[in-house]
């Protein structure tokens, strides 16, 4: 009998990867979805005949007691959240009830429903924040730099407190930062890729960032959503940190995209203070080893400049196309 699984924020990058994945290994997928007038549907185009969807919302705890009575579900995967850490100052209380209670609700809906399901929260490096080591490892206090960081951290400790008082199977997964071509526009990688795509093409002549100093862990999205199914795999529920244990500046990002259309980022990049974080994270880099040796995980299937090339590329021919 086919495994079944609910993943919220489906739509999202990390949820139509982890849906694709599921898809392969013959899990039965269901994904909630908020209604809205015009729905974001273009991660998952090519699956979504594969996927059944259910109307719910992290903020709605009937809604989510439903969806888990359609889908009765084997797994489930919470990757739903107000997700942008720039909007996370402008939209506070929101990133707090979304990204924060949303978890609490989910959990309990859960507790409720089906107990026995194993349950997977997306967490974040955003809860280091002010590092207060380097590398970032599961033992490594938090010290969130944003309202989205520290709404992640409470969501964080409602699981690992709904698995310690409840006997749940609920883990969370720290994960780095993580891209792909899915990645949401307003994000700086893909901000950076697709300036290059056009600027290469001539519809565009300069790219406005903030602090090109920043250091980051990057890794593929899809390299990081079999980490998060793997966590689900084990015996016993644990927290990991998913990342590649390498860090890039911004800085090299650009560089890379630039050079990979023979440009120079120096021409064309100008540094804007207003895209400058309220509190800034200048250094994100995560030590892997948990995951390498619990679960088997190989965090550097693709490379950083493997990844940010296929992210040009494929804003090149996005880009191209809507010229044509």
């Known amino acids: 009998m086919a495994k079944r699984a609910l993943i919220t924020g489906i739509t999202g990058q990390d949820g139509s990867y982890l849906a694709e994945l599921l898809l392969e290994k013959g899990y039965e997928v269901y994904g909630l979805k908020r209604r809205t007038s015009v729905p974001i549907m273009s991660n998952i185009e090519h699956i979504k005949n594969d996927i059944e969807f259910i109307d719910g919302d992290l903020l709605d705890l009937s809604s989510l007691s439903h969806a888990l009575k359609v889908a009765m579900p084997d797994e489930i995967y919470n990757l739903a959240a107000q997700s942008f850490v720039g909007s996370s100052w402008d939209q506070p209380i929101?990133?707090?009830?979304?990204?924060?209670?949303?978890?609490?609700?989910?959990?309990?809906?859960?507790?409720?429903?089906?107990?026995?399901?194993?349950?997977?929260?997306?967490?974040?490096?955003?809860?280091?924040?002010?590092?207060?080591?380097?590398?970032?490892i599961e033992s490594t206090p938090f010290y969130p730099r944003?309202?989205?960081?520290?709404?992640?951290l409470y969501g964080h400790w409602i699981t690992v407190n709904h698995r310690e008082s409840y006997n749940m199977f609920a883990c969370s997964g720290i994960l780095f930062n993580h891209e792909s071509p899915r990645r949401g526009i307003e994000f700086v990688t893909r901000k950076i890729t697709d300036a290059v795509a056009r600027i290469k093409l001539g519809v565009l002549k300069e790219l406005r960032l903030g602090n090109l100093e920043a250091k980051r862990d990057w890794g593929f999205a899809k390299d990081y959503v079999e980490c998060m199914w793997l966590m689900l795999q084990q015996e016993k529920a644990d927290d990991y940190v998913v990342a590649?244990?390498?860090t890039h500046e911004v800085k090299e990002f650009c560089r890379i995209a630039f050079e990979h259309v023979g440009l120079n980022f120096e021409d064309y990049v100008t540094v804007d203070p207003k895209f400058f974080r309220a509190a800034e994270v200048d250094l994100?880099?995560?030590?892997?080893?948990?995951?390498?040796?619990t679960l088997g995980?190989?965090?550097?299937?693709?490379?950083?400049?493997?990844?940010?090339?296929?992210?040009?590329?494929?804003?090149?021919?996005?880009?191209q196309k809507e010229i044509r």
């Open 94 to 136: 929101l990133t707090g009830q979304v990204t924060a209670l949303g978890v609490t609700n989910m959990l309990e809906a859960t507790r409720l429903i089906c107990s026995d399901a194993k349950f997977y929260q997306a967490s974040s490096s955003e809860m280091y924040g002010k590092v207060v080591e380097v590398p970032q």
């Open 146 to 152: 944003s309202p989205y960081g520290v709404a992640k």
């Open 244 to 246: 590649t244990g390498e």
């Open 284 to 293: 994100l880099i995560g030590s892997p080893d948990k995951a390498i040796k």
């Open 297 to 319: 995980w190989n965090p550097r299937k693709t490379s950083f400049e493997q990844l940010v090339k296929m992210m040009v590329e494929s804003d090149l021919e996005r880009v």
